[in-house]
């Protein structure tokens, strides 16, 4: 992260950007290979979310592992503090900074999830959320389970590009420019950015179940992520605070819909998605007071959403339960 001279957030986007593909070409892209990588990640990062809602979702639990960070970290990694002895039980570290090293020794940027790790040789193999999570669906159909989705089907890939590319900048990264400017114009700009685009999403949602059309995609997948962390952090912790998604009808019965739907909600973790943020940023909260609201049985109210048709997987089934090593943290019932 970092501020510009004007004194808007700018977020560094200079990530490891190679790719695991089904037919890699060159050193920068390596081999689709079942149990050869484990996805690390985090339930309180939005970015990583995004990952694990994937992952789950097309049932690349058999084929990548995936291991869990705990909320909180320090300036130089993120930690793997859920697990005995604060070690990940597979890549033997303790901090994920440490597969960064081993492919860089002097790697100068942020320690960041999700990562990809190679498991035999330790290494980051990349950390662009962006690439890596479409990968998942085009590269490494081989081993998607019975029934999985299509997230990004071909004929609608150039709209949920547009789509997904305007939610990242306004909302997705715009809750980060309000809550990180350094300035008072930086922060109206983006203050009316985002809800300018939140008031589009209330009105696309008018009439469609999802964001496009009758079935989820990945234009869900990434809005998902910082919906439901925005009345519980976004609204007063980055000051977006013009209104809460559950003052908005229609995203509000969306996000209860996707909370709802096997994937979403029992990835979400809303303890440790407080703790980030008001124990991490303490330049925006010094005491270190962590909310004790909402009540996350809330979400589980009904919707409503089914009378507008469709079906969240489309002609695809629900994944079936969690693995064992998604659990590490118990929070397979994201409402205790």
Same mark, same amino acid.
């Given at each position: 992260m970092a501020y510009v001279a004007a004194g808007s957030f700018e977020r560094d986007m200079n990530y490891i950007d190679d790719r695991v593909v089904a037919k890699p070409e060159g050193e920068r892209q390596w081999p689709v290979e079942a149990g050869r990588y484990r996805l690390v990640a985090a339930r309180a990062c939005p970015w990583a979310h995004r990952a694990v809602i994937t992952r789950r979702l097309l049932g690349l639990d058999g084929a990548i592992s995936q291991a869990l960070c705990g909320p909180t970290h320090d300036w130089k990694s993120w930690t793997f503090d859920l697990y005995e002895g604060s070690i990940d039980p597979v890549l033997k570290i303790g901090k994920l900074r440490d597969a960064y090293i081993k492919r860089y020794p002097d790697y100068p940027k942020g320690i960041t999830v999700p990562t990809l790790v190679e498991i035999d040789s330790g290494m980051a193999v990349t950390n662009d959320f962006q690439t890596l999570v479409? &990968?998942?669906?085009?590269?490494? +159909?081989?081993?998607?389970?019975?029934?999985?989705?299509? =997230? *990004? /089907?071909?004929?609608? @890939?150039?709209?949920?590009?547009?789509?997904?590319?305007?939610i990242f900048h306004d909302?997705?990264?715009?809750?980060?420019?309000?809550?990180?400017?350094?300035?008072?114009?930086?922060?109206?700009?983006?203050?009316?950015?985002?809800?300018?685009?939140?008031?589009?999403?209330?009105?696309?949602?008018? &009439?469609?179940?999802?964001?496009? +059309?009758?079935?989820?995609?990945?234009?869900?997948?990434? =809005? *998902? /992520?910082?919906?439901? @962390?925005?009345?519980?952090?976004?609204?007063?912790?980055?000051?977006?605070?013009?209104?809460?998604?559950?003052?908005?009808?229609?995203?509000?019965?969306?996000?209860?819909?996707?909370?709802?739907?096997?994937?979403?909600?029992?990835?979400?973790?809303?303890?440790?998605?407080?703790?980030?943020?008001?124990?991490?940023?303490?330049?925006?909260?010094?005491?270190?007071?962590?909310?004790?609201?909402?009540?996350?049985?809330?979400?589980?109210?009904?919707?409503?959403?089914?009378?507008?048709?469709?079906?969240?997987?489309?002609?695809?089934?629900?994944?079936?339960?969690?693995?064992?090593?998604?659990t590490v943290t118990g929070d397979e019932q994201s409402a205790n």
């Open positions: 479409k &990968d998942f669906q085009t590269e490494w +159909g081989e081993f998607h389970r019975d029934g999985a989705p299509d =997230l *990004y /089907p071909a004929e609608q @890939r150039d709209e949920i590009d547009a789509l997904t590319k305007r909302v997705n990264n715009g809750v980060y420019k309000a809550g990180f400017a350094g300035t008072q114009e930086a922060y109206e700009d983006a203050f009316h950015t985002l809800f300018t685009t939140l008031d589009e999403l209330e009105e696309r949602l008018a &009439d469609r179940r999802y964001l496009m +059309g009758d079935h989820i995609t990945f234009a869900d997948v990434f =809005l *998902y /992520p910082t919906l439901i @962390r925005f009345d519980m952090v976004y609204h007063n912790h980055f000051k977006c605070n013009r209104n809460k998604i559950s003052e908005m009808p229609n995203l509000w019965g969306y996000l209860r819909d996707l909370f709802q739907t096997p994937g979403f909600g029992d990835t979400t973790n809303f303890q440790q998605i407080k703790d980030h943020y008001f124990l991490v940023h303490q330049d925006i909260n010094p005491t270190g007071v962590v909310p004790v609201g909402p009540d996350p049985a809330i979400f589980r109210t009904e919707h409503g959403r089914e009378k507008l048709g469709g079906s969240p997987f489309g002609a695809g089934t629900a994944p079936g339960p969690i693995r064992p090593e998604d």
